[in-house]
């Protein structure tokens, strides 16, 4: 069982800002695709953003411009740097890998245990 680790979070005012960490086994971060799912109540799990081995990204529109996935490879980690905070982006955010691009149904994917995200108004 793949183990992702996450950290960050929390309760912010509208317009703040907030970074997600998430930590992989070296084995997994090296290969594998990852990214970021948010789920809010009563809501499906939608893929917020994903960066693959060589760097590339991508992001849903409701958060381009606003959020910022990256990697730092000498720590196996992955960000995602939240800016422009809104209260819509309140959500429980979940780490997510795959052996393969980030599907938007989440199939095949390793899962992190998931940080609550607070926007207030």
């Known amino acids: 069982q793949v183990q992702l680790v996450e950290s960050g979070g929390g309760l912010v005012q509208a317009g703040g800002s907030l970074r997600l960490s998430c930590a992989a086994p070296?084995?997994?971060?090296?290969?594998?695709?990852m990214g970021w799912y948010r789920q809010a109540p009563g809501k499906q799990r939608d893929l917020v953003a994903s960066?693959?081995?060589?760097?590339?990204?991508n992001y849903a529109d409701s958060v381009k411009g606003r959020f910022t996935i990256s990697r730092d490879n000498a720590k196996n980690t992955v960000y995602l740097q939240m800016n422009s905070l809104k209260p819509e982006d309140t959500a429980v955010y979940y780490c997510?890998?795959?052996?393969?691009?980030?599907?938007?149904?989440?199939?095949?994917?390793?899962w992190g245990q998931g940080t609550q995200v607070t926007v207030s108004s």
């Open positions: 960066i693959i081995s060589t760097g590339r990204t």
């Open positions: 070296a084995n997994i971060f090296n290969i594998y695709a």
């Open positions: 997510a890998a795959r052996r393969g691009p980030l599907l938007a149904g989440g199939q095949e994917n390793y």
